[in-house]
């Protein structure tokens, strides 16, 4: 146990029985009993206890959880806490050693943000994390969710932590007519009418907990449900109806050509990313720009380049397909300017995002 978590936050209050009656009151005893077990919560018998969330441990965890799953993270998370167990180790971390520590977990800004804000922690707070959502959503890399998400469960601030479970949850609670996006403010005011003064960390908790395993995407289990008496979804009888949503515009499609040089004792040639934009900084092999119409550029430098085949691969905003060329290189071969050989031992460890991963296996050095 660190030290932070054996003492007592100052602005915490200890998180003894709920006080809260009807929603929130069933809520954090449905909590109390069937809280998940994550490797960054302090569970509710603990917090009873005395031990309080460790706000970088919360940080971490809820940055590296936007858009992945909790299974995708654990590994990732465990690394990191090794490799820089505290703000200011990831304050001091070089950022390639960062990226490649990152690598396939997608949303590469994410990783990115995740040093502007440590070195911010540190050179601006004494490192040490603000204790409001307000203050908290001015750093770099924190919205509004994570900053309220930070502020609830590491100092109890009674603040409405919104992510998608939750807006599941609260728009079949409610059978709410108004579709996602534009529910997002009611929401947001019906779960802070909710909020208990006491113990606002483990209420904000108990209702993830509550969408990610009650009130699931495709499933509900209303008879397990410690708001089934009062959900509107369920009185209606079709609470999977729930949310409405807006229906998405279609994403564009870009093509280019991904180019594999291998030499002889199989080292293959990379090169970095800008450090801004998609995927900056992360490593990749040398290929074309990435349009809206099919192309044949030149190659990087001429080799004998014969098709390897095709990757498909989706971002946030748009579709990727991947001509996949491989060259065979002499042993000696010069790297291009900017770019090294990856030898076969280091490649795995190399910071590439998942679709350069998909190339490499393409092109059969993988």
Known sequence: MSEFEKTKSAHSRPAGPAKAGG?????????????????????P??????????PYRVWLSEIMLQQTTVAAVRDYYANFLRLWPDVAALAAADDHAVMKAWAGLGYYARA????????????????RFPQSAAALERLPGIGLYTA????????????????????RVMA???????????????????????????????????????????????RTLCNACPWAVSC???????????????????????????????????????????????????????GSDW??????????FAADWRPAGEVTHTFSHFHLLLEVHR???????????????????????EALPSVMRKVLRAAKVM
């Open 23 to 43: 929603d929130a009151g069933r809520l954090l005893a449905w909590y109390d009993r069937h809280a998940r077990d994550l490797p960054w919560r302090v569970g």
């Open 45 to 54: 018998a603990d917090r009873r206890a005395g031990r309080r969330a460790d």
């Open 112 to 127: 990115r943000n995740l040093l502007k804000c440590a070195r911010t922690i540190v050179a601006d707070h004494g490192g």
């Open 148 to 167: 309220a998400a930070i502020a609830a469960i590491a100092y109890d601030e009674p603040v409405a932590v919104i992510d998608g479970n939750v807006e």
């Open 172 to 218: 079949r609670h409610g059978a709410l007519e108004v579709p996602l996006p534009a529910a997002k403010l009611l929401i947001r005011e019906r779960v802070a009418a909710l909020i208990p003064a006491d113990r606002p960390g483990d209420f904000a908790q108990g209702l993830m907990d509550l969408g990610a395993t009650i009130c699931a995407p495709k």
């Open 232 to 286: 509107a979804g369920r009185r209606a009888g079709d609470p999977l109806r729930f949310p409405l949503k807006a229906p998405k515009p279609q994403k564009p499609t870009r093509f280019g050509i991904a180019y594999v040089a291998v030499r002889a004792d199989g080292a293959v040639l990379l090169r970095r990313r800008p450090p801004r934009g998609l995927l900056g900084g992360m490593s990749e092999v040398p």
């Open 291 to 300: 349009g809206p119409d099919r192309a044949a550029p030149a190659p990087p």
């Open 327 to 349: 060259a065979e290189m002499a042993t000696k071969t010069r790297a291009i300017a900017g770019g090294w050989w990856s030898r076969p031992e280091a490649l795995a460890g």
